[in-house]
């Protein structure tokens, strides 16, 4: 429909008739709002912002984090989990599951994923305002079905993918990659406009924030 | 200070109680009143239905009347709005006529505006011993910005006991000519606005603007509500003396 | 099945005084809308004085983007290009319509799965794909509701917002089966098995859906990336699972640069949902290997945008990015309901942009830029600053200059004569005042739309000016 393309670029221009030739077509903000809008430490708020969209979270030491992944995972009694190619072979060392491996060579299916019992991933960012996590694909978290279709979603954070606001967040992330940004487990306001949790996406969020030993 | 009124034609014609007590309250703070007798309306009506030549023809007529004056005061919040917010986009962008309308809008003030801002006084010795809802007008309240002026000048007179309207910031319904074009909508809206009134226990509803009033007390006068609406300008103007003449 | 249609619907006046008398609706509509208020307000409270510089900002980029809009339509296309997906441009609904059915057909595919999309309303989509044989499954719960119902939109983000918990389990109960998997037996009308009873019908059809429809909330020029924002997971659900993807989506959906969605994320849940965040987001720049649909379609949608884009007072409606924030506010929509607007845009900023993009050729779209007493609460509320009351007014300045009704030209010259000298106003209230005690309590006509709830005033026996001059002359 190439025609299509010319006579809507065409009316765009007809329409804009008003605006001068010469008006700079690139645009420089200058933006004077703050990147986070709270008081007090970053992970402190974080794991406040959660709860309050009623995510499981603890805080855990990093030389803990086999075990209190293991820990999580009986807690669930996920018995068949779901794993991203990249995912930190220590993470799993102690948890007795059965581990399905998700490869480019051999991605599983929807149905396949539909049969696990859950989801351990890493993130690539955090924002602690808006209790948000970020997953951008990478090894580490696996392609965006691997955290969609199970039902039961155990992400770990580190302390240091932790910002403060959203415009922080966005500068750190790369938009060539699919990202899902998550706050909370699914949830619906479309029944009197009341947030129901757990509709589509993985009813159960766990996020493991994890801190340097010391 | 001498202060040109600007009454606006709902006030003149329906409510001259209120500019009676407009002209009382600034002569007893010690201010000289007068009234431009060439003045008629603001436009505000056509304006706001889209007769917008006939607005700007109204608009002329307002700045020859006023353009002397120091400072003109309207008992209106809608026709203040109307005069400093609308009339400098009535002329052409760049017109002598649009320089003028902006020139003159900022020394237009809605009343309570005028006592807080430019005489600075909250308490003008009024005396009004009612239980008394005060309702911000949409023009008042989200284009003049007066916020909590009209509070305290109600809070500093004597005898008044404000209540809290619940609902307070929302329109009564009358929207000018949108009270007859949908007056279903305008009429349910002045309903829920009286009820919350009535609800308060007042006896008398005041604001800043006649013409939400008028709506208000007619839906109020339709039900057989006792409870009154009165201009802030009349409880401000009134004192003790008039209570014991009275 | 059978996709209802505005088309027909009488103008606001009428449509508006049948839906303040449903108590029902309106009691849903109190409700819901009292709620998401309380909502936003806290959220947007706690960004303090930053709230307005967002704002600011939301509007300053919505705005430079819509005058260099040419630009960067051809960057966005470039970039989606480059990233392995295709762009279609459509000039109405018309052109977009058979684009999405001929890509749908090309997949040997009879039916779509369907992200809630306002886009795709506004061309009644469905209804196309219907005629072509093609089945359009909507999975927002929301719109689930209305498309089983049979029922319309009635609000941008909650399209059954008129409907309360009891009436969405009798729908449910009665329409699942036809559509899948049925509602399960005893379904209480707790919203948590409602929403459990829409998972439960729409998992199996997420799960072989091959191609799937959305819209989008923006698009960025620089990075050719596509946003949508959502709370259920269905629309994660439809733009990763299936293999083809087509996303249509208005031209005035674009901001700049990858950086701007910093302005627009904390601006567009806090005024819609009244969160900080909604549970998800997803964005995706063209085409992933290996991971969602590797087959994409961008359809850029004009359908009379061009048209508002032209208006100089009227394009900043353009600026909207639908968060509903105006209509949550708005007493008017409070009382009303989304459908007596007769659009899939209700609300204020239906009152402005339905009329702009459809024009004003029926008495149904002239009767919009009345539908508001301008009390101003949507401008306030608006994150992007559009001044709905300026374009009401802009708009009612085109009807009254050529199809205003007869009575109120009359009596808008009528008070021109009056006002046009104070001379002719004092004759008019020395007559008013002579005729004071013979004005009946029911007037006819115009101003027996008045009577008919509320007691006009008492005419007094002397106007100010009157007063004013005595006192004068008494000197």
């Known amino acids: 429909m190439g025609g299509s393309r010319e006579r809507v670029l065409a009316r765009v221009r007809a329409a804009l008739s008003d605006v001068p030739a010469d008006e700079p077509v690139e645009r420089h903000p200058h933006r004077s709002y703050a990147d986070g809008h709270f008081e007090g430490d970053t992970l402190e708020v974080l794991v406040d912002r959660l709860l309050d969209y009623k995510a499981l979270v603890e805080r855990v030491p990093e030389s803990e984090l086999p075990g209190r992944i293991a820990a999580a995972l009986e807690r669930r009694g996920a018995a068949r989990v779901a794993v991203p190619p990249g995912l930190p072979s220590e993470w799993l060392a102690e948890a007795s599951v059965e581990r399905v491996g998700d490869v480019p060579d051999a991605p599983l299916s929807s149905m396949d994923l539909d049969a696990t019992d859950g989801v351990v991933t890493g993130c690539a960012v955090a ?88 | 200070m001498r202060i040109a009124l600007f009454i606006t034609c709902v006030n003149d014609t329906l409510f001259p109680d209120t500019g009676r007590a407009v002209v009382r309250l600034l002569e007893r703070l010690g201010h000289e009143v007068v009234f431009p007798t060439g003045q008629t309306c603001c436009g505000q009506m056509h304006y706001n239905t889209g007769y917008r030549r006939p607005a700007a023809r109204l608009a002329v007529r307002f700045v020859q009347t006023f353009e002397g004056a120091d400072a003109v005061v309207v008992p209106s919040a809608s026709c203040a709005a109307m005069i400093r917010e609308h009339y400098p986009k009535l002329g052409r962008t760049g017109s002598r006529l649009s320089r003028r309308m902006a020139d003159l809008g900022p020394r237009v003030y809605d009343l309570t505006e005028f006592l807080v801002d430019v005489l600075q006084v909250t308490d003008v010795g009024a ?7 005060y309702h911000p007008t949409c023009h008042g309240l989200r284009f003049l910005g007066l916020g909590d002026r009209p509070y305290r000048l109600l809070r500093a007179v004597r005898g008044l006991e404000l209540l809290e309207l ?25 309903f829920d606005k009286a009820r919350h009134a009535v609800g308060t226990g007042a006896e008398v509803l005041c604001a800043v603007d006649n013409s939400c ?3 208000i007390g007619g839906t109020l006068s339709r039900q057989r509500s006792g409870l009154r609406i009165t201009h802030i300008a009349e409880i401000l103007a009134s004192t003790e003396k008039e209570y014991a003449t009275t | 099945m059978s996709s209802a249609t505005f088309l027909g619907m009488p103008p606001f006046p009428e449509a508006a005084r049948s839906a303040v008398e449903d108590s029902r609706t309106r009691h849903n509509l109190h409700k819901a809308t009292h709620t998401i208020r309380g909502k936003r307000d806290a959220v947007v409270g706690e960004l303090g004085d930053d709230w307005q510089r967002l704002r600011a900002e939301g509007e ?15 960057k966005l296309e470039e970039s989606v290009r480059r990233a392995g997906g295709t762009v279609h441009w ?52 929301a719109e689930l509701i209305v498309q089983l119902g049979e029922d319309l939109p009635s609000h941008i983000l909650v399209p059954a917002i008129h409907l309360g918990r009891a009436q969405i389990r009798e729908i449910f109960l009665d329409k699942m089966a036809e559509w899948g998997v049925p509602a399960p037996e005893g379904l209480t009308d707790d919203p948590r098995a409602l929403a459990e009873a829409a998972r439960v019908h729409l998992r199996e059809l997420f799960l072989r859906a091959k191609v799937a429809v959305s819209g989008a909330n923006f698009a960025v020029a620089d990075s050719g990336t596509l946003v949508v924002l959502e709370s259920e997971g269905n629309g ?10 087509i996303s249509v989506v208005g031209i005035e959906k674009i901001v700049p640069t990858w950086s701007d969605l910093e302005v627009f994320m ?19 720049t063209g085409v992933t290997p290996g991971d969602g649909p590797q087959d994409f379609h961008l359809v850029l949608l004009d359908n009379g945008r061009t048209d508002v884009l032209a208006d100089t007072v009227g394009r900043q409606a353009l600026r909207c990015i639908r968060c509903s924030a105006c209509l949550n506010i708005c007493p008017v929509y409070e009382r009303t309901g989304g459908h007596a607007y007769g659009s899939v845009y209700p609300g204020p900023i239906g009152a402005i942009l339905t009329p702009q993009l459809k024009g004003m050729s029926s008495e149904a779209d002239r009767a919009l830029p009345y539908a508001s007493s301008l009390c101003g609460a949507c401008y306030d509320v608006c994150p992007v600053a559009i001044d709905i009351p300026e374009v009401l007014v802009h708009l009612r300045e085109q009807v009254a200059s050529t199809e205003a009704p007869l009575g109120e030209k009359a009596l808008m010259a009528g008070a021109e004569a009056v006002f046009g000298s104070s001379t002719a106003l004092d004759a008019a209230q020395r007559a008013a005042g002579v005729m004071r005690g013979a004005v009946p309590k029911h007037l006819p006509g115009l101003a027996g739309k008045w009577t008919d709830t509320r007691d006009i005033p008492d005419i007094p026996e002397e106007s100010f000016r009157k007063w004013w001059n005595e006192r004068e002359e008494g000197r």
Not at chain 2, 176 to 186: D, E, L, P
Not at chain 3, 104 to 127: D, F, H, P, R, Y
């Open chain 3, 60 to 74: 300053a980029v919505k705005t430079h983007t819509l005058r260099h809009l040419d630009h960067y339509l051809e």
């Open chain 1, 127 to 214: 924002i602690a305002e808006t209790g948000t996590i970020v997953l951008d694909a990478s090894p580490d978290q696996g392609r965006r079905a691997l955290t969609l279709v199970p039902d039961y979603h155990l992400c770990v954070v580190r302390s240091d993918q932790v910002v403060d606001g959203v415009p922080e967040g966005v500068r750190r992330l790369d938009p060539a990659r699919p990202l899902t940004w998550i706050s909370g487990p699914s949830a619906t306001s479309d029944i009197e406009l009341n947030r129901v949790e757990g509709v589509h996406g993985p009813r159960t969020l766990e996020v493991l924030l994890v801190e340097a030993d010391g």
């Open chain 3, 90 to 141: 459509a000039a109405d609904a018309d052109e977009a319509n058979a684009i999405v059915t001929r890509l749908v057909k090309q997949t040997g595919e009879s039916e779509v799965v369907k992200v809630k999309s306002m886009a795709t309303q506004e061309i009644e989509l469905n209804n196309a794909l219907e005629a072509a044989g093609i089945t359009a499954y909507e999975t927002d719960l």
């Open chain 2, 213 to 215: 009033l008028m709506h």
């Open chain 2, 127 to 133: 005396y009004y011993p009612h239980k008394v809802v």
């Open chain 2, 166 to 190: 619940p609902g307070a910031t929302e329109c009564c319904g009358f929207g000018g000519t949108f009270a007859v074009k949908n007056g279903a909508v305008s009429a349910a809206m002045g």
């Open chain 3, 266 to 284: 904390q601006l567009l849940p806090r005024s819609s949902t009244g969160e900080r965040m909604n549970p998800y987001t997803s964005t995706w």
């Open chain 3, 236 to 245: 994660r659900m439809c733009l990763t699972l299936p293999e083809t993807l």
